[in-house]
C-alpha cells in the first residue's frame, strides 16, 4: 500500500518555495507521494506542477478541487498542464463543495449529486477524447479549439472527495476512486467501499486521508488536534462519517503517538480496504517530530 503526507508550509516568507523545499526533504526521506489541498490562496494544480517538476520522482496530486465555481474546460487543462509538467506523476482530486464555497462564488450550494455528475461527464469526454459536446442542465461545455495537451499521458486519474451515498454512486460509475478524509476504517469497510464498489466496473482507488503525528508529547498534540480540526465536525459530510465511526470529536480518527501506534493505525485503513494512506496535519507538533511522521510514511 503506498503512503504520501499532504504538504502545508506556515510562516512563510514564499508559500511557492517553502513548498518546493518540503517536498524535496519529503522525497529524500523516501515518500512517494504529496498532496495538495485546493485553497483560496493558491492553484493547486499549478502548484503540483511545480513541485512535481522541481522534484523528479514525486508523485504528486490535488486533493480536492470544489466544482462548484469551476468548469470542466478550465479544470481538464489545469490537470493536463499538471500531468504533462510531471510527465504522468499527477492525479487529480475533486469535491462537491460546500455552502463556504457557494458563498465565496456568489453562488448557490444547490444539487451538488446533479452538478458532479454533470462536471465528472463532461471532463471525461475532455480527457478521454481532447474534446466534448456535452449540454447539462447545469453546465455546458462545447469547446472550439482541440482540448488534448501533447505530453499529458497517460490520462490524469480522476478522483472524488465522496463520502456520501449518492456521490459514492456517481464516483463509482463515472470517476477512478475517492479520497476520503475523517472516515474511519469501520465506515470505510462498512459504508463507504461497498457503496463504491456496487457502483464501479473496476477495482476503483481509495486514497484515506488521515491525521496523523508522530510525538512523544501526545497529550498537547491531542489538544492541538482537537482545536484544528474542529472545524469540519460543523459540515455535514464530515459530521455524517464521523457520527457512523461513532466518533464524537474529529480529533478521535487523528493518529498521535510513536512509531508503532501510528503504523498500526495505518494497517486497519489498508484491512479496510484503503489502497493508499495520504497523513495530513503532519504539522500539529514540531518540526522534528513532522520530519520523524514523514520518516515513518517513508519506511511503511
Not at 519529503?26 to 506542477?49: I, N
Not at 478521535?252 to 484503503?274: H, M, S
Amino acid at each position: 500500500m503506498t503512503l504520501g503526507i499532504a504538504l502545508a508550509a506556515t510562516n512563510a516568507d514564499n508559500y511557492i518555495d517553502a513548498i518546493v523545499s518540503q517536498a524535496r526533504t519529503a522525497h529524500e526521506l523516501g515518500v512517494e507521494s504529496v498532496w495538495f489541498g485546493q485553497r483560496m490562496d493558491y492553484d493547486s494544480p499549478a502548484l503540483a506542477a511545480i513541485v512535481g517538476r522541481e522534484v523528479p520522482g514525486l508523485q504528486v496530486g490535488t486533493s480536492a478541487i470544489p466544482v462548484l465555481g469551476r468548469h470542466p474546460l478550465l479544470v481538464s487543462a489545469a490537470a493536463q498542464t499538471a500531468q504533462a509538467a510531471t510527465h504522468g506523476r499527477y492525479t487529480l482530486g475533486l469535491a462537491l463543495g460546500s455552502t463556504l464555497v457557494g458563498d465565496a462564488f456568489g453562488l448557490p450550494f444547490e444539487r451538488p449529486i446533479a452538478r458532479l455528475r454533470e462536471f465528472l461527464t463532461a471532463l471525461r469526454q475532455l480527457l478521454d477524447t481532447g474534446t466534448a459536446d456535452f449540454h447539462g442542465e447545469l453546465l455546458t461545455a462545447t469547446p472550439t479549439l482541440p482540448t488534448a495537451l501533447p505530453g499529458a499521458h497517460p490520462r490524469p486519474p480522476v478522483l472524488v472527495a465522496a463520502m456520501g451515498p449518492q456521490a459514492l454512486r456517481v464516483t463509482g460509475e463515472l470517476a477512478d476512486g475517492i479520497l476520503p478524509y475523517l472516515a474511519g476504517p469501520k465506515t470505510l469497510s462498512s459504508h463507504i467501499i461497498p457503496t463504491l464498489a456496487r457502483s464501479s466496473n473496476t477495482t476503483p482507488r481509495v486514497v484515506a486521508f488521515v491525521p496523523a503525528v508522530v510525538t512523544a508529547d501526545v497529550e498537547a498534540t491531542r489538544a492541538r488536534a482537537l482545536e484544528t480540526l474542529s472545524f469540519y465536525e460543523k459540515i455535514p459530510s464530515y459530521r455524517r462519517v464521523l457520527d457512523q465511526e461513532g466518533a464524537d470529536r474529529a480529533a478521535e480518527l487523528a493518529l498521535i503517538g510513536d512509531e508503532e501506534t501510528i503504523a498500526a493505525g495505518i494497517r486497519r485503513y489498508r484491512e479496510a480496504g484503503a489502497t493508499e494512506v495520504v497523513l495530513t496535519t503532519t504539522n500539529l507538533s514540531t518540526p522534528e517530530d513532522e520530519l520523524r511522521t514523514w520518516a515513518l510514511a517513508a519506511a511503511l
